[in-house]
Each structure stands twice: as C-alpha cells, then as structure tokens.
C-alpha cells in the first residue's frame, strides 16, 4: 500500500468568535439562537447549502409532540418557536396541509406534518433575525486541543483548510463529528433502513411516502436482530444505505400501482436515525421516565405514550474528558429506549437550547470550562428564556 507524508501545515486562524456551532439541523439552529440572545458572537458551520438538516434536507417532515399528550406543552423555549414556525408552514390550502398522527390520543397533541422546503426557508429567516453568521459548504473536521480544551477548529472548504477560533464550541452535528476526534469516548449507533420521500402526479402533486422496516421503533427492530442493521458511521457503511434505499424506492415505484407518477424529492441527507453519540458525565436512560431531576434542562415527551415525561439532565451534553465543547441533538448522550425518544426534532430543539445556554453564559462568565458553570446559574437563565425545567 502506497503511504503519504504530509509536511505538518501552519493554519491561520481567520476569526475568532464566542462560540461555533458545528451543525444546522434543529440542534444547531437552537443552540445558535440561545447563545446569540446572549449576546455573544456566534458562527454556525453546515457542509450542506441548507438549514434543517434531516428535518428538512432529510425530509423528516414531521414535528413530533411538544405535549404530555394530556393537553400540556413540556417542550417550551426555542422548541415551542420552532414548533410554531413548523406549523406555519404546514397550515396552508392545498396539499400541504396540516396533519397529525396523534400519537397516543386520538384528540391529537401538538405535533404538525410540515412541508420541508418551506421550512428550511423560514429557518434562514429565524437564523438571520437572530444574528446569528454562518458559513455553509465547510466541513468542521478537527478540533485542535491543547490539555483537554478545544482552541481552535480546523475546518475543510473549497479553497482548502482554515481555522477558526472561540470560547466554546458546540457539536450538533448528529454525528460527533467534533467529540469523534478529541478522544471523548463516543457510541456507534445502529440503524434499520428507511426512506421518506416525495412523489408527484396529477391526483397528488405532492405526497411523502415512508417505507422500510415496519416497526413501532427502529430501536425495536435493531434489539431483535431480526433486520439488516446499518451504522453509518463510515463511509463505506453510508454508501451501502443509500444505494440500499435507492433499491428500495426504485422498487416502490416499479410498482405497477405507481406508474401514474414521478418521484418530486429525494432526500438530500441519509435518513439514519443514529450515527454517533457521546458518553457524557449522565447517560439518559429509560429508568428516568417520570422521575424529577434536580439538574434538569428542559422536558420532553415520550411520544409513543401520553403522560410520560423525561427530565432531561445536563450531564448528557459533555464530557469531562473536555472542558469547552457541548453536545446537542443527537450527539447527546442516552441509551436504549431513552435514546430512541431523545434523538427526535423537540428533543434536538430542547437539548439545542441548553447546550447554546452553557456556551453563551461560559463566555459571559469569562468561564474555561463548563464544571465552572453551577446548575442554578444554568437553570435561572433556561427559565428566564422560557424553558419549562419540571413536569412532576
Ligand atoms: C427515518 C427517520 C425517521 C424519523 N422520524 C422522525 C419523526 O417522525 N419526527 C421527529 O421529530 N423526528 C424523527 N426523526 C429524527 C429527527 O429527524 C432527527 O433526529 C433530528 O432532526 C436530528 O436533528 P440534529 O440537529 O440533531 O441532527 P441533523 O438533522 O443530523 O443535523 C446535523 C447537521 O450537521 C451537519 N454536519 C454534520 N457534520 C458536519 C461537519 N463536520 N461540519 C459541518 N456540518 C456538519 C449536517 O449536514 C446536518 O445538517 C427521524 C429520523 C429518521 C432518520
């Protein structure tokens, strides 16, 4: 095998920010936001020319429940502003109309089908009114640390590597693409396959097909061995899912049934449910349904059940392996049947919110690292911004 060396490379740091965030899906957008309203200068990286990630480029269209279930909202702040966006957007004449699947009540909860394009516009917007600047088309590819803190973020675009610089930094990328190479120790998900996409004809202009493994749960599926199992992780196991889920819906279509129309969107974003999370100073897990938390965060549902709540701790946002970067979305850190519920588009919002909280008050703190940040310093500034910390 051929071997290549590579002369050690001087980078200079081209701005300096507060904080960075590596990824604009809705953990990223969230985390922007919440540490902007801080007042602190924030930078969001995304590789693709779009917001939303799987919620929109994705085309995970679908807003699951804010709600109890029991006509509560627990998932308030940023998520609730989302939520409201996301309806927006769904809540128009024609075909784009608002839906819901009302899990576990058949009154239905507050969760909105929304249509993807336009939410990725309104996305843009909220971003821009929040001040908050990003660069798309850049891959964050290796947090440069020196005695377990990130002092700068190596970053790959066009024209070649750049670095920038900043107080804090946050991981929203799904995939731990910044925590992978710090040496924080991280999970590999697994996957069954799946494939939303949309299709076109005269009787539908507009219509979102999901096919794949049938089960309540993907984490069902995965437990019972009884499916091809995907990770995602590499780039070769990536490509083996795409090309699967191009089989998959090239069969739908080849249905005779389905000659009437043509496919309108595929996703632009492989439709994996987990890659990669961190294990962080907590581990959310299933025994914490229903129970209070002292350092919790924000609440989210357990969409497939009314009346079940997860206090979410702040433990499952970092690591103390490394003091200045947090997790958000799915990067954080749950097992099991806890993470199947906290990998979803309210619980990316709310975990988003915290991690952009930590950061914001770590700048204006003067703070190194975040175990210098107290919960109630924390939990004083989520509520001020809305956020409903207890259900129980
Ligand atoms: C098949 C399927 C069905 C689902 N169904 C639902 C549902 O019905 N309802 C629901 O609420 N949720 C559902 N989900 C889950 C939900 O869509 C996502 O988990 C959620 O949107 C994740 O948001 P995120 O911001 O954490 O990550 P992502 O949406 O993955 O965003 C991460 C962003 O970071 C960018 N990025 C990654 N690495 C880098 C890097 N190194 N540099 C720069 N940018 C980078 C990516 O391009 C992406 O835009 C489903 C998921 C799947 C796969």
Redesign the pocket.
Known sequence: MNTFYQNHETLPVIDEYDVIV?????????AAVAASRLGVKVLL????I?????????L?????PICDGEGTIVSTGICQELYELAVQDSDKEGPFNKRS?SFGNEEGRY?VQFYPMNYQLSLSQYLHDNSVDRLYG????TPVIEEGTCVGLI?EQSEGRICYAATSYID????C??FSRTGVETVAGS?TM???YYTSSSANPYELH?I?ADAPT?FDLVERGNVKAYCGATSTDLTEFILDSENLIRNNENNTENQYRNIAILPS???????RRIKGTSELTEDSINSPCNSSIGCVSD?MTCGKIFEVPAGILYSEQISNIIA????VSATGYAYEIL??????CM??QAAGTIAGLMVNNDMKSISDLSIVVLQDQLVRDGVKLHYL
């Open positions: 590596t990824g604009g899906g809705m953990a990223g957008i969230s990286l995304e590789r693709h779009g917001l939303g990630g799987l919620a929109t480029s994705g995970i269209a679908y807003f699951l699947r969760e850049v891959i964050a590819s970053v929203a990328s799904g995939e693409s910044l996957n799946s494939s939303w999901s794949g993907s974003i492989a439709q994996l449910r987990t890659i969409w958000a979305g799915r990067c990998r979803c588009i309210p619980q990316a975990t988003g």
